[in-house]
């Protein structure tokens, strides 16, 4: 009887997966060369395509204020009367309609944009996008850094921080990358990945800055999803992370709390001044032979300078030469 009764269980089980099976249905698929797209979705295909956005792409709004016009753009071309309507900093727009008047000659594209049901309107995309951010960090995070007035703010405030930071370690004998730096080697690869990623972020603007716009208006941390110049730019920023991390662990334990603290902000300030020097100078070719000097000046100081090749026989410390311990005095030969 036992017996029967499993044979039913597993009778009524094989059943219900069968009526279940039987109810999907996979959808066929089909080519996007097989789909018929109209005359509007091809232009906002095309439009995205060159301009790396279109409808429904959302904005912040970073200018003090952006003026837009309420009525459609050829009443104002023909001087027809018109209304505006104003929107503010950190009002959140998104774009309902783009057109393209071939008789503008100030700015053949509009695009309307809409903060509210209520508060929408019109206005050339040479205003809009100076005045507008991406909805997005990433976004929002390479605006800031692209300002030209802050990066000047920068440059000064980096230049004089890392004089005076040299100067006074340099008065306390303090250890500093590059001249009397601890025995890791990866504070020194630490600044040579934020030279390298600063000149290479110069030259994709360069050289390739359609790609560098479409990562603006599209930004990911993915370094596998994007084009291959991107793809490297993000692995180096990603690398810049984990290299500084094993440069604060090695740090850490090798120098006291006070002296560490004290070399992580002339690190610090090291990164500042490579990301600065490299990402302008490469935009004027310069950089690159900047970054090859400073490839053989970090280098070469590291492993003739900082590198310690001996330990001592009696506490295990690390020396850089032979002779008396610096930790514990004994005397190596």
């Known amino acids: 009887m036992p017996r029967v009764k499993t ?12 009526l279940f099976s039987a109810c999907y249905h996979q959808a066929p698929k089909t080519s996007d060369a ?7 979705q091809r232009d906002s295909l095309s439009f995205s395509s060159t301009h790396h956005y279109t409808n429904n792409f959302n904005f912040v709004v970073k200018a003090d204020s952006l003026i837009l016009l309420e009525q459609q753009p050829e009443e104002l071309l023909n001087n027809m009367k018109t209304d505006t309507v104003v929107v503010h ?14 008789n503008d000659f100030i700015d053949s594209v509009w695009v309307q944009v809409a903060r509210d049901q209520s508060t929408f309107g019109w206005i050339h995309e040479s205003k809009l996008l100076p005045g ?13 850094f692209s300002d030209i007035h802050l990066l000047i703010f920068l440059i000064i405030i980096c230049i004089i921080g890392f004089a005076y930071m040299m100067r006074k370690m340099l008065r306390m004998n303090a250890h500093i990358v590059h ?44 370094p ?19 290299v500084g991390l094993a440069a604060l662990d090695d740090v ?35 950089g690159y032979i900047l970054l090859a000097a400073y490839f053989y000046f970090a280098l070469r100081q590291y492993f003739l300078r900082n590198r310690a090749y001996f330990i001592c026989g009696n506490c295990g410390a690390k020396m850089r030469h032979k002779g008396k311990c610096p930790h514990c005095g004994a005397l190596n030969s």
Request: aromatic content about 16%.
């Open 224 to 242: 596998f999803s994007v084009p291959l110049l991107l793809s490297i730019f993000l692995i180096s920023v990603w690398s810049m992370l984990i």
């Open 34 to 40: 097989l789909v018929q797209y109209s005359e509007r």
């Open 89 to 102: 900093r950190h009002d959140h727009l998104v774009v309902a309609d783009i057109r393209v008047l071939p």
């Open 252 to 286: 850490r334990h090798q120098l006291p709390l006070g002296e560490a603290l004290m070399y992580l902000c002339g690190l610090a300030a090291v990164c500042a001044v490579d990301y600065i020097v490299f990402s302008i100078t490469s935009l004027y070719y310069i």
């Open 132 to 144: 507008v951010v991406p909805d997005d960090p990433i976004s929002q995070f390479i605006s800031a």
């Open 179 to 222: 001249f009397r730096d601890i025995d890791s080697f990866y504070p020194t690869f630490l600044v040579l990945i934020v030279a390298t990623s600063a000149t290479f972020y110069a030259s994709i603007q360069t050289f390739a800055p359609e790609v560098w716009r479409h990562f603006y208006f599209h930004p990911t941390l993915n």
């Open 7 to 18: 044979y039913a269980y597993f009778a009524l089980c094989s059943i219900a997966l069968l």
